[in-house]
């Protein structure tokens, strides 16, 4: 088996690999670029921008590169369909929505002719995305940074979606490398996104001490919380994190500028994710992926390319030929 291409409506990737759109910018237009110059689909986290400064990102990317780019935006922002609209009279190839889910894209975007892509966690939301006319679904498990809609495993529910809906299934949620490439090929999955493998990348524009961090940190440092969105979320612990599991009331904002439709208030989440782009420990919010201490350098865009298509297609080359050695080193 090769690695195939990843087909999105009309769209079609070289390769089956989007990168994650990690929100209040941490996915810009360098590393979206980066991620589309080497054949995958580059996405540009749009929540916590500003409609000025998500134009501008886009179109620097458009500018940049004739490869996929995407936005990805949570619908529990409440500039969501702004956002939306400007990202399409931008020229993205495709919107992806997560942190809930929004009937509305899906009317505004064929309007547009521009594919939709919805994150999903159940066979139940996979199916209703497919009725609403998604191109594509994200299965995204608890291993994921971010905002979770599930306590499950992403291996736990693919096949299952895989086998209820017709569209392509991506599969998120803590994964790092061609392994995880290859096997997630085999249960069913059309391609795989990545993101924090792409954060701890060169092109990645957020502060050397966060990729720092999450490169020197152990898997015993990543704590679950409950983020002011409402929903569970993995982050690296750290000042701010023992404040919220103590219940300590310091933390939370005197005043609000209201981004998300809902908010518990517990602290302002968009000005410590700003924080943790600047490298903030002591008052950051650092999310990531669970399996971040899997990943042991920053290394270029192209490199991390090179050897995720290297050691999946090795992977699945072994799975069709066993007698095949596994390499050394």
Not at 17 to 31: C, D, R
Not at 108 to 123: A, D, G, H, Q
Not at 181 to 205: M, P, W, Y
């Amino acid at each position: 088996m090769k690695i195939p291409s990843l087909k999105i409506g009309s769209l079609i990737a070289d390769h089956p690999i989007i990168q994650g759109g990690m929100a209040v910018s941490v996915s810009t237009s360098e590393l979206a670029v980066a991620v589309a110059e080497e054949g995958g689909i580059g996405v540009i986290g749009g929540t916590g921008l500003s409609m000025d400064a998500l134009r501008r990102q886009i179109r620097e990317a458009r500018a940049a590169t004739k490869g996929l780019l995407g936005l990805n935006i949570m619908v529990a922002a409440r500039e969501f369909k702004e956002a939306v609209l400007v990202s399409l009279k931008e020229k993205v190839d495709v919107v992806i929505a997560g942190a809930g889910f929004s009937r509305d894209v899906f009317s505004i975007c064929k309007e547009w002719k521009t594919p939709v892509i919805t994150m999903v966690s159940s066979v139940k939301v996979a199916l209703l995305a497919e009725r609403l006319g998604a191109a594509a679904v994200v299965v995204e498990g608890c291993d994921a940074g971010g905002h979770l809609g599930t306590d499950r495993q992403t291996t736990e529910l693919l096949p299952a979606i895989c086998e209820a809906v017709s569209i392509p299934v991506i599969a998120a949620g803590g994964f790092v490398n061609g392994q995880d490439i290859a096997s997630l090929l085999e249960l069913g999955a059309a391609g795989v996104q990545l993101g924090t493998r792409f954060l701890l990348s060169d092109e990645c524009t957020v502060h050397r001490n966060f990729k720092e961090l999450l490169v020197n940190a152990k898997a015993s440092d990543l704590v679950r919380i409950i983020s002011p969105v409402g929903l569970p979320a993995n982050a690296i612990r750290t000042p701010l994190i023992d404040k919220l599991l103590a219940g300590d009331e310091s933390i939370r904002p005197q005043s609000c500028d209201r981004c998300l439709k809902k908010c518990g208030r517990e602290f302002c989440i968009l000005e410590a994710l700003r924080r943790a782009r600047d490298g903030e420990y002591e008052r950051g919010l650092f999310f990531t992926g669970r399996r971040f201490s899997d990943i042991s350098a920053i290394e270029p865009v192209k490199k991390i390319f090179a050897d995720l298509l290297r050691d999946a297609q090795d992977c699945l080359e072994r799975v069709d030929h066993p007698e095949i050695p596994v390499a050394a080193g």
